[in-house]
């Protein structure tokens, strides 16, 4: 699947591995990555850098993963979400998942599972 390093993946996986893994399968497949250990980091990116799609997981240490995600979109209301988790898609706890422009992906996910996700999300 053809792709371009032009789109900014903004990251956030607060387990390191699964971060670096990620990270690294996402660059393979040409896009540009940022990565952020959780959601203070992710905001700050957000922030600050051009990003085209936020890949985060649901639950993280402190604000989980669509808290920080409708905050960020308060500024880029257009920018589109895959949310990620071990969890099944139900399980967000009271974390409402109802995010314009989102999809679920859950964990764990092969390397044509995310690839292909990104992909759709960002055609």
Known sequence: MATSGRHRILLVEDDEAVRSATSR????????VLEADDAQHAMQLAESEPIDLLLTDVVMPGMDGPSWVREALKERPDTRV???SGYAEGAFGEADPDVPN???LPKPFSLNQLTETVHAQLH
């Open 102 to 104: 989102s999809v679920f």
């Open 82 to 84: 895959v949310f990620v």
């Open 25 to 32: 399968l996402l660059t393979r497949a040409g896009y540009t």
